[in-house]
C-alpha cells in the first residue's frame, strides 16, 4: 500500500523560506504513470495546487506561486520536497503531498497534511 | 489559468435525498475532471476520475457525468457517512485547479 508522509518545520518565521519533505514508501517515485505534487488548504478554506514533479526532475508550478516555489526530487531517497520562499501570514496552511495520474490528472494518494504556520 | 466554480457552496439536505453538486470550467477540459471527499482534519478522497470513472472502493452511489465545461457529482440516497464537503478538480497541460468546494449539511 503506497503511503505518503510529510515532514517539516511546522513553524516558520515571516520573510523566510518554508521547506517541507515528502517520503514515498510502498511504491517507486520513479514511476513514469505519477506525477507527484504539493497541495495546500489554509484553515477552513478550500484547496490550491502548488506544483508538481516528474522523476525526471520536470516541474510545473501554480502560476499565482511560481516565483516563490522550488520543487525538488531525489529518486534514491524515495523523497520530493517543496521550498516556498518568503513567506507570510497568507501562507499558514495545511499542506499535502500527493501522487497525480499523468494522463488525467486525478490525485489518488494523499499523505495525512502538515500544518505550517508563518508566525514570528 | 482554467478557473472552476462550484455550486452550491452549500447544501443541506436529509439522510435518503438525491443530491447534485455542479462543477463549471472557464474553458473546455473535456473530461480531465476529479471529484473529491473531505472530512474535517481529514485529507481529500479521490471519489471519480475522467469525469465519470468510479474510483476502486468508492460506494456506487456517488456518480459523474459531464465534458467540456459543465459537470455534476451525483450522490444517489444521502447516507450518514457522506456528510463532508466536497471539491473538483482540472487538470489540462500539467496544471491543476480546484472548486471551491460544496459542504453537504444534514437538514
Known amino acids: 500500500q503506497l503511503q505518503l508522509q510529510e515532514s517539516g518545520p511546522g513553524l516558520v518565521k515571516p520573510s523566510e523560506t518554508l521547506s517541507l519533505t515528502c517520503t514515498v514508501s510502498?511504491?517507486?517515485?520513479?514511476?513514469?504513470?505519477?506525477?507527484w505534487g504539493w497541495i495546500r488548504q489554509p484553515p477552513g478554506k478550500g484547496l490550491e495546487w502548488i506544483g508538481s514533479?516528474?522523476?525526471?526532475?520536470?516541474?510545473y508550478y501554480n502560476p499565482s506561486l511560481k516565483s516563490r516555489v522550488t520543487i525538488s526530487v531525489d529518486t534514491s531517497k524515495n523523497q520530493f520536497s517543496l521550498k516556498l520562499s518568503s513567506v507570510t501570514a497568507a501562507d499558514t496552511a495545511v499542506y499535502y503531498c500527493?501522487?497525480?495520474?499523468?494522463?488525467?490528472?486525478?490525485?489518488?494518494?494523499w499523505g495525512q497534511g502538515t500544518l505550517v504556520t508563518v508566525s514570528s | 489559468d482554467i478557473q472552476m466554480t462550484q455550486s452550491p457552496s452549500t447544501l443541506s439536505a436529509s439522510v435518503g435525498d438525491r443530491v447534485t453538486i455542479t462543477c463549471r470550467a472557464s474553458?473546455?477540459?473535456?473530461?480531465?475532471l476529479a471529484w473529491y471527499q473531505q472530512k474535517p482534519g481529514k485529507a481529500p478522497k479521490l471519489l471519480i476520475y475522467k469525469a465519470s470513472s468510479l474510483e476502486s472502493g468508492v460506494p456506487s452511489r456517488f456518480s459523474g457525468s459531464g465534458s467540456g465545461t459543465e459537470f455534476t457529482l451525483t450522490i444517489s440516497s444521502l447516507q450518514p457517512d457522506d456528510f463532508a464537503t466536497y471539491y473538483c478538480?482540472?487538470?489540462?497541460?500539467?496544471?491543476?485547479?480546484f472548486g471551491g468546494g460544496t459542504k453537504v449539511e444534514i437538514k
Open positions: 500527493a501522487r497525480l495520474d499523468t494522463i488525467f490528472g486525478e490525485i489518488d494518494y
Open positions: 478538480q482540472q487538470y489540462n497541460s500539467y496544471s491543476l485547479t
Open positions: 510502498g511504491g517507486s517515485i520513479s514511476s513514469s504513470s505519477y506525477y
Open positions: 514533479i516528474y522523476y525526471s526532475g520536470s516541474t
Open positions: 474553458q473546455s477540459i473535456s473530461s480531465w
